[in-house]
T-cell receptor
């Protein structure tokens, strides 16, 4: 069946460090892929998305490329800020159903 | 544009009481989802609706939980009777079509004493 596996947390980095959060998926057909972010006390917000192979989603300095050959959608940012501290969820959507499959979430903490 | 609106934002009640959580999806969205989030179990899908019809309620933990969507602009999640282990943050989300992102409300933080 369809599933999403993402990097275990928590991840702690210093400000201005390079960030990678790994995400791999298993799916039939051609799913859409998403990264969501959840700040403390808030709901999940869409961070970026990609709808087909080799698409790159980007937003707020974050990027992720839909890699069909490696079934991956890793989240990257070149220089993190304290304000990026949050929980990040990788997710998969597919055309045969409305629901989205979420990964378990990765908690990111950035030290000043 | 108004986002997904949930009420109340916080609810504290005693074990055994009935709890009703409310959600107003984004206008024009035809799918609505109820999630529960806890530290132990993470984010769990409880139930979702397409065009006001329940499609998958396999995530509803027990018969104490029920959800309704009487029209396209309103849904409720009810717990009766409530138990301390129901304490969690409950999120509602909506989407306009398949394979599209879901939009989440700010959640209801529920504490059962």
């Amino acid at each position: 069946g369809n599933s999403v596996t993402q990097m275990e947390g928590p991840v702690t980095l210093s400000e201005e460090a390079f960030l990678t959060i790994n995400c791999t998926y298993t799916a039939t057909g051609y799913p859409s892929l998403f990264w969501y972010v959840q700040y403390p006390g808030e709901g999940l917000q869409l961070l970026l998305k990609a709808t087909k192979a080799d698409d790159k989603g980007s937003n707020k300095g974050f990027e992720a490329t839909y890699r069909k050959e490696t079934t991956s959608f890793h989240l990257e940012k070149g220089s993190v800020q304290v304000s990026d501290s949050a929980v990040y969820f990788c997710a998969l959507g597919y055309s045969s159903a409305s629901k989205i499959i979420f990964g378990s979430g990765t908690r990111l903490s950035i030290r000043p | 544009d108004a986002g997904v609106i949930q009420s109340p934002r916080h609810e504290v009640t005693e074990m055994g009481q009935e709890v009703t959580l409310r959600c107003k999806p984004i206008s024009g969205h035809n799918s609505l989802f109820w999630y529960r989030q806890t530290m132990m179990r993470g984010l769990e899908l409880l139930i979702y609706f397409n065009n006001n019809v329940p499609i998958d309620d396999s995530g509803m933990p027990e018969d104490r939980f029920s959800a309704k969507m009487p029209n396209a602009s309103f849904s409720t999640l009810k717990i009766q009777p409530s138990e301390p282990r129901d304490s969690a943050v409950y999120f509602c989300a909506s989407t306009e079509q398949r394979n599209q992102p879901q939009h989440f409300g700010d959640g209801t933080r529920l504490s059962i004493l």
